[in-house]
């Protein structure tokens, strides 16, 4: 019995030969046995070790010895008193134990037979007597020999009804276990209900139960008997759990290969009726799904992972939640476009015509977008910087990729990426979560039904990131001509190629835009139109777009260049057109009610009509403002919806040399304000100022609106301007206005947005420009109608700047300043 994993195993020892001859010592009726027929015990015992096994008191087991040192020991006290102690081995090491291996509390036995078995193995039958607890090892040679006190049971002779319920449980756990365990044999019942003493049936039980090495030797060394039985029925009663879940899972699994059977009947049933209905079956569904799969032009690996779902998809019950998923997946392996693609056209003049007749100016951005067209006509394939469209909303950015799509013949898609926060809508999910979906790249293009359609990536900038994951990272895979051959979307799970998709991606600013995802796209500044530009595109796209979406007809009326500039003007404020066609439309519908009503309406709308039909202007068109005070000047500033006016207004006021910025400006515009002070600190006498007055007159600088934010380097030399006029009192030059940047030593730097800020200098009516001569690329780009009436100044350094803006002349009443001495 060295392995008790089944209950009462000992029972069949009844198979080993000439058991029936076996001479047991009488057992008495505290359940030790009869120690004046074994006579008196030594105080030194020779000590065998056993594995896997503990001896209690009165139990009778048999014992195989293999080691050689075990032999000798059974053999010479076989031939005398056949009293030896037995000791359970802490750990399972089948070499010779060491005094340390051995627990120290063990049981005296009696060898009742010895059987020498076939093959030299011998095997003894013992009969547990009393516990024992080593004091020393006396001997380790040619056999273990102990120094040993003897320990006597301490079970109540007389239970009360506790403990009297306590050996009841035991047996009734006892019955149950063997109710439970088919393995144990029937004759395991007689001999519980055989057993009389209450303190054998402890050490029977203890000596059966199916626990550990470890656990069992703690119940033998528990010396007091309701204590030892207490634990036991402990043990009982994992066992009974055991046993009882083990009999709970087999019942399931016989029931569900019954569920299985009578589900088998079933489908054969709905297959018939199927047949009869017409409806498809499984079967068809998967005889369908390979028959698309065949028709495929994919890669083997492709064909053989498909072929691998559709069988998991054969073995899988109809009927499980499984199968939807399984079927859901192989659908899109067979759905998505795999080698299909459509045949581009490369008649470059007709790409041209198309773009010049959806949009009107981008002359640049159409001019790039023509070369990108040119370079793959000429290479055929895609490995180039993906184009990425940057400018201020409604400018067509997104229109434009439509206009390409059409120019070339290809499928269209857009995905918006604005507030995308999970990188899960790139990278898809994983198929292990229910709901799990492909990203929004794959998706697209399924939806496409072609790999190479115009892809656009609309608002790149507004992609965000959280605990989900950083999309933008995502978006460096699907970005890169290098890798995009081999994406693999989480969901699809094998490669797709991307690198015949022509991605386009569109963003309002750049400062957002993850570094390295930046540096993968070819950025094209697609800033805003100028009125006539905006005159043009109403003319030709928005007006008649509204007047098909309210249903009039083409020539149910017009509107003069007059009326459509007023409306831009008064009731506008953008670099793109989108607030412009949101006004068309309402100047539409009112027109459309009136003939709804049959009520007059103007058929061709005047400059005069708008205010009639709108109402009263409620944007004031930027001005210039008079040259008659010292110290305001016209700066040009860039806006996210477009170009724009501000004056710096600068005032000097007696104090102790203070200087005071207002107008809730950045650090950038402060330390700009800073660095033109210093400046004219330095240059004091090139321009005629007395250095005294630094320290006597406090200067204020104020940039007007307070409540909007400002920031950004553009002021820099219109701050040394307002304040060189400040301190000299001289006129600054009549509609002039300035740009660039300024450092301590005087130079003047570039700045950008060149093409806005000359765009509001003409609608505040500026005639002349200041700005750094390396701005000069910039203005030359813009087509020179737009800026005919407008005069240049290109400037290196702060003295060019005061020399053009300030005049001899002084302002009428200036500041008189007194300087003390």
Not at 181 to 194: G, H, K, S, V, Y
Request: glycine share 6%; charged share 30%; hydrophobic share 40%.
């Amino acid at each position: 019995m060295s392995n008790s994993n089944e209950l009462f195993k000992h029972l069949r020892m009844s198979e080993l030969p000439d058991f029936e001859n076996i001479e047991l010592i009488p057992i008495g009726s505290d359940g030790i046995e009869n120690n004046d027929k074994m006579g008196v015990l030594s105080e030194e015992l020779p000590i065998l070790p056993i594995r896997n096994m503990v001896l209690f008191p009165g139990m009778v087991i048999p014992i195989t010895v293999s080691r050689q040192k075990s032999v000798r020991l059974v053999k010479k006290a076989y031939k005398g008193d056949r009293i030896i102690g037995v000791l359970a081995q802490a750990n399972n090491s089948k070499e010779e134990p060491q005094p340390d291996d051995l627990y120290k509390i063990g049981t005296v036995a009696h060898i009742v037979k010895m059987f020498v078995l076939p093959g030299g193995n011998t095997t003894i039958i013992v009969q547990g007597r009393k516990r024992f607890e080593v004091k020393e090892f006396i001997k380790l040679e040619p056999n273990l020999l102990a120094s040993v006190s003897y320990l006597e049971d301490n079970f109540p002779k007389k239970l009360n009804k506790e403990n009297k319920a306590l050996v009841s449980s035991l047996k009734e756990s006892a019955m149950k276990i063997l109710n439970l365990n088919p393995e144990i044999p029937r004759e395991a019942q007689i001999a519980l209900d055989n057993i009389e003493s209450p303190a054998f049936l402890v050490h029977f039980l203890s000596s059966n139960i199916n626990a550990e090495l470890k656990e069992k030797q703690g119940l033998l060394e528990t010396l007091d008997g309701i204590e030892q039985a207490t634990k036991l029925l402990e043990f009982m009663m994992k066992e009974i759990q055991h046993l009882e879940l083990k009999r709970e899972i087999q019942s399931k699994a016989s029931s569900d290969i019954d569920q299985q059977q009578r589900d088998y009947y079933i489908r054969q049933q709905i297959k018939v009726l199927q047949e009869e209905l017409g409806v498809e079956s499984p079967e068809q569904e998967l005889d369908g799904l390979r028959a698309k799969g065949a028709k495929k032009k994919w890669s083997k690996e492709v064909n053989d992972f498909f072929n691998k779902e559709v069988s998991k998809l054969q073995r899988t019950n109809s009927m499980s939640a499984e199968y939807p998923m399984l079927m859901n997946y192989a659908e899109l392996l067979v759905d998505l476009p795999w080698g299909e693609y459509t045949k581009d056209n490369f008649d470059l003049a007709k790409a041209k015509r198309i773009l010049d007749a959806d949009h009107a100016g981008l002359a640049k951005v159409k001019e790039r977008i023509i070369e990108y067209l040119a370079v793959l006509k000429m290479k055929g394939d895609m490995k180039a910087p993906i184009l990425c469209l940057y400018g201020p909303p409604g400018v067509g950015k997104t229109s434009l990729g439509k206009s390409i799509a059409k120019a070339l013949g290809r499928k269209y898609v857009r995905m918006a990426l604005g507030g995308v926060r999970d990188e899960a809508e790139i990278r898809g999910h994983r198929k292990t979560y229910i709901g799990a979906m492909p990203g929004k790249v794959i998706s697209n293009i399924k939806k496409a039904g072609s790999s190479n359609p115009v892809f656009i990536l609309d608002e790149i900038d507004k992609v965000g990131a959280d605990h989900r994951g950083d999309p933008s990272s995502a978006l460096l895979e699907v970005l890169d001509p290098e890798q995009n051959n081999s994406f693999v979307d989480n969901y699809l799970e094998v490669e797709y190629d991307l690198s015949k998709v022509m991605f386009i991606a569109t963003a309002n600013s750049l400062d957002t835009i993850h570094p390295a995802l930046r540096d993968r796209m070819e950025i094209i500044e697609v800033s805003g139109y100028t009125v006539e530009e905006k005159i043009q595109i109403s003319k030709k796209h928005l007006l008649p777009k509204q007047k098909e979406e309210h249903g009039l007809g083409k020539d149910s009326f017009t509107i003069s260049d007059a009326a459509l500039q007023k409306l831009i003007e008064g009731y506008t404020r953008e670099s793109g057109v989108r607030k412009l066609e949101q006004e068309i439309g309402r100047l539409v519908r009112k027109i459309t009610k009136s003939i709804a009503m049959n009520e007059e309406y103007p058929t061709k709308v005047q400059a005069a009509d708008i205010e009639k039909l709108l109402g009263q202007a409620f944007i004031e068109k930027d001005a210039y403002e008079s040259n008659e005070f010292a110290g305001v000047v016209t700066g040009l500033a860039w806006t996210p919806v477009g170009g724009d006016i501000l004056f710096i207004e600068s005032l000097l006021s007696k104090g102790k040399g203070n200087l005071t910025l207002s107008g809730q400006l950045g650090d950038v515009m402060k330390e700009s304000a800073m660095a033109a002070l210093t400046y004219l600190k330095a240059h004091a006498d090139d321009y005629g100022i007395d250095y005294r007055i630094f320290d006597q007159y406090n200067l204020h600088i104020h940039v007007p609106a307070g409540a909007v934010p400002k920031d950004g380097p553009s002021a820099g030399i219109t701050m040394l301007t307002a304040i060189a006029s400040a301190l000299t009192q001289r006129k600054v030059k009549s509609k002039l206005a300035m740009t660039g940047e300024i450092t301590l030593r005087g130079k003047v730097l570039p700045v950008g947005g060149i093409k806005e800020k000359i765009l509001a200098a003409k609608r505040a009516g500026i005639k002349e420009i200041v700005m750094c001569s390396k701005n000069r690329k910039d203005v030359e780009e813009i087509e020179k109608s737009y800026i005919s009436d407008i005069s240049f100044h290109y400037v290196d350094a702060a003295e060019e700047v005061l020399k053009i803006a300030l005049m001899k002349d002084k302002v009428k009443n200036p500041i008189k300043l007194e300087i003390k001495e």
